[in-house]
């Protein structure tokens, strides 16, 4: 088989699972798991075989028009290049850790077989997305992905607050993608073609009308799907979906998906450097602010959840420094160590049978109870805190690096600006990651108090995704070497002065935390509090929905707790009320848009109740009086009838005559 | 009646000072045979209603006469006095009319239907008399009506309709038949007298109830 | 003889039939009204006959056939009723009165929950 054969099998395999798991689920319940896995691993495959076949050099296009469309032709096309195949391969690896991890996660869960089905959709969707060489083929896993996420993120949607997020989401991105749409049709106007070779062709040659418009406007659809600040909201609430749907969005899929739209059409952003400019400071904002909202979250769900905010926050700096290679390389590092920490954390929270660090941090010897847990949880941990040699530290120190060449002038894609925003942003992330790895860290696995409770061994199956992935977020690092030649041909090797820089902080924000922490344990013990799941013998899915219904009951807050022993809480001061609710963003958005639109629904419904209902009832009374009058006059007497009749005919007789009569006296 | 007087006082003044003899007779039969219809539809007495009827038809057939259609006059004594309204007498009969005065001979829609009538008679006057006021039937020469015209057209002019009414007639027949005959046969008082003329049956529908007629009409 | 004679006469015969059939209960007293409505008739019919000359003799040959259909149609009226009354146990006209319109069936739209909506949008939700 050729390359492009290969390379349309991979979508075309999870989505072929998906629907013959939809059909068989109910019938075959035994067959439900091997349709699962098996497809998702089969395109991992082919995804590896089909990079091993294009190994980094020329770009693979191929193309099939199904039917004509008009003035701008859209065609089923493929765009294999070394981008393409490297983010194939890691959403395979991560889609298929994930489903693996879902069979024991989701072991006694009900709704298994659609929840099965839908990630496979979903992992179809995103390598359609990466692989598709066509704009308009690209909307389509692009927007199934958005519906999917929808469904997925509200899988325990018993609870309030699963069904509040998953809206949330769904709402958010799209709020996002109409102006992404309109964007695209603008784009491929200027251009002439939705094929992305056509477009970049267009935008080196300038052939582009508008490009800061429609930069911009892509840009909003990419801040909707990658979380970027001010669309980024809907991340952190969507922590109410189950852990390996957590992982899988935040890692592989939907975040990644927005990042890798502007590194293939960088060319295209790349030509107006007021979008550069409103990337580059939309990266910071994004940045620092999650850095410090992570600082402040109680959910270790939602500490991730900020920090991969943060980490996308990194990716798009890097694209505003305009060096994708940095920017897929640590998307792809990023994807590997973040999968493995969200998976973990499931681990981590059946375990302790809570998602609270508050309640972890009083609890001895959760290190224990999951040795697997912990050590790789540590090993993602570093990656993410960029500790050398970590897969973390050369992804980063590869967009550092890029954004010090561009302040620097030495790189002129950018202005010089946006380099200056990007490192400066990242520098300060970068404290501010250490310092939440580490919070994080000591919260979970350094806690004295009570005996952490025993609910038996993890899976084998779960603990064995967690080493699989603990590969990559150790090894992938050293590969930055070779992986230039697979992107632009830029050199991915971490400078001097910006990795001596980036670890010194890391270093300083790690050790701060762990003074605060030294300082403020000490008061854990005199307040005690927690949450903990009431059924710890189920499996991670049912513990999970319960930690997170009964998060609000226990703290007041989806977010955050009043646990004196936090060290978030010394750290940030009086900064840590606003961190924890995400700087007000919410209060923001309710006040300016949600609460509007209530109102205007309010209004709309009493219009329709009071106001229109009123006319159709009275167009109903009428008639039905009028009917009831009818009615009454069928008594049922001939002669009644009768006489009426022949007194209308009479009368209709008589007015003949006189208007006869008069007529013909005019 | 009144109405009738009315029309006469109304018609005198236009040239008619001095009607011929015709009209006077016609005048005279009329007013005696409306009389007669107007009691047909206002005794209380149900079979005295019937009698009524005999008046009017018999003065109508009178009318005809004066209108110089013998043959018409004839056959409106022959069939309506003769049977018609001796077919309606036996209908009072089976359906057990109550004899001598009834109270209720009259329906509740008495005086929407006097209206009614009061209302059309005064219209149609109106509209004949409008009409025709300055026509006038010339009755002299040869009688229009003889049987020996009247046999001449009918068997000359309508004869194909005279064929299809007979067809008619014949339907009728069947038709009254199968009405009066009964589904179940033992659940209904009339059931005797239909069965003690099983005979006749076949010949003529309307003679069907002579059987029980006899002894009825003389009761009365 | 003055053509307003008959035509009168004839005109007062039918509303005095007419008033008959409108007014008597007896389903056999409103057939005799009807035979004096087409009495009338059968007047007028041999009046303008013979006022108009006419050579077929049109209206005299339609007096004709009128009395021969009057005859059948008392015969068939006469079967209808008897057949009512062996059904009924009555001839009355006014008590015949299947064709009414029933009594007024209740009220098909119920009192309104207005809980019911605003379930719906939450479960919606």
Known sequence: MTTTTLAVLVPLLP???????????????????????????????LAVVVAVDQGGGKAIDAATRLTPTGSVPIELALHLDGFAVLVAVLVGLVATCVQLYSTGYLRDDPRYTSYAALVSLFTSAMLLVVYSGDLMVLLVGWEIMGICSYFLVGHYWETPEARAASLKAFLVTKLGDVPFLIGL????????????????????????????????????????????????????????????????IHAA???????????????????????????????????VGSGLAALAQDDIKRVLAYSTIGQLGYLSG??????????????????????????????????????????????????????????????????????????????????????????????????????????????????????????????????????????GRQPFVMNAVLWVLAIPSIGFGLTAGYLGDWFDGRALTPSV??????????????????????????????????????HPEGDGSLVEEEAIASHTEVYGSIASAPDPADPGRLLLGPLHRHAATGFHLDAVYSALFVRPVLAAAGLVRFLDREVVETYVRAAGAGPRWL?????????????????????????????VVVLANVTAGS | MSATLAQAALTAPQGFLSPSGVEIAFLLVGIATLGAAVMTVTTRQLVHAALWLVVALGGLAVEYLLLTAEFIAWVQVLIYVGSIVVLLLFGLMLTKAPIGRSPDADSGNRWV???????????????????????????????????????????????????????????????????????????????????????????????????????????? | ??????????????????????????????????????????????????????????????TLFTIAIAAAEIGIGLAIVLAVYRNRGSSDIDRLRDTAEGPDPADPEGPEDPAAPAQKAEAAA
């Open chain 1, 253 to 287: 899929t939907m975040v990644a998906a927005g990042i890798y739209f502007v590194a293939r059409l960088l060319p295209v952003f790349a030509a107006s450097a007021a979008a550069m400019t409103v990337l580059a400071v939309m990266a910071a904002i994004t940045m």
């Open chain 1, 497 to 534: 002065t910006t990795a001596v820089l980036s670890t010194g902080v890391a270093l300083v924000g790690g050790l701060v935390t762990y003074a605060a922490w030294r300082h403020t344990s000490a008061l854990a013990a005199r307040t005690p509090m927690g949450a903990v799941a009431a």
């Open chain 1, 627 to 655: 009917g009831r009058a009818v009615r009454r006059a069928q008594n049922g007497n001939v002669q009644s009838y009768l006489s009426a009749l022949l007194a209308g005919s009479l009368v209709l007789a008589a007015a």
């Open chain 3, 1 to 62: 003889m003055h053509l307003a004679y008959p035509a009168v006469l004839a005109v007062l015969l039918f509303c005095t039939g007419l008033y008959g059939v409108l007014a008597r209960r007896n389903a056999i007293l409103v057939l005799m009204s009807v035979e004096l409505m087409l009495n009338a008739v059968n007047l007028n019919l041999v009046a303008f006959d013979v006022w108009l000359r006419d050579t077929l003799h049109g209206g005299q040959a339609l």
């Open chain 1, 185 to 248: 049709f603008a784009l491929a106007t200027d251009a002439g073609a939705f094929r992305i070779t056509g477009v970049v062709q267009a935008a080196l040659t300038g052939g582009i009308g508008h490009p800061t418009l429609i930069a911009l406007l892509l840009l909003a659809g990419v801040a909707g799907k990658s979380a970027q600040f001010p669309l980024h909201t809907w991340l952190p609430d969507a922590m109410a979906g189950p852990t390996p749907v957590s992982a899988l």
């Open chain 1, 15 to 45: 989505f072929l699972g998906a629907a013959a798991g939809l059909l068989l689920g109910r019938r075959a319940p035994g067959f439900v798991r091997p349709l699962a896995v098996l497809p998702t691993f089969a395109a991992f495959v």
């Open chain 2, 113 to 220: 239907a006097l209206t009614v009538a009061v209302a059309a008679a005064g219209t149609l006057v109106w509209v004949v008399v409008d009409a025709f006021r300055t026509s006038w039937i010339d009755l002299d020469g040869p009688a229009q009506g003889s049987t020996k015209v009247s046999g001449e057209i009918l068997f000359r002019h309508w004869v194909l309709p005279f064929e299809a009414l007979s067809v008619l007639l014949l339907a009728a027949l069947v038709g009254a038949i199968v009405l009066s005959r009964k589904s179940a046969p033992d659940d209904t008082p009339g059931e005797a007298s239909a069965a003690a003329a099983p005979g006749g049956r076949s010949a003529a529908a309307p003679g069907e109830p002579s059987a029980a007629a006899p002894p009825e009409t003389e009761s009365r």
């Open chain 1, 318 to 455: 890097a694209l505003a420094v305009g060096d994708r290679g940095a920017a897929v390389f640590h998307l792809l590092s990023h994807g590997a160590f973040k999968a493995l920490l969200f998976l973990a954390a499931g681990v981590v929270i059946h375990a302790a049978g809570t998602n609270s660090l508050t309640a972890m941090s009083r609890m001895d010897g959760l290190a224990k109870r999951i040795p697997d847990a912990y050590w790789t949880m540590t090993v993602a941990l570093l990656a993410l805190a960029a500790i050398p040699p970590f897969a973390g530290f050369f992804s980063k120190e590869a967009v550092l690096s890029a954004a010090e060449h561009t302040a620097l002038g030495e790189s002129q894609i950018a202005p010089s600006g946006a380099g200056w925003t990007v490192l400066i942003a990242g520098l300060l992330t970068a404290l501010l990651t250490a310092a939440y790895a580490t919070r994080l860290w000591l919260l979970a696995f350094r806690g004295r108090g009570a005996e952490a409770p025993d609910h």
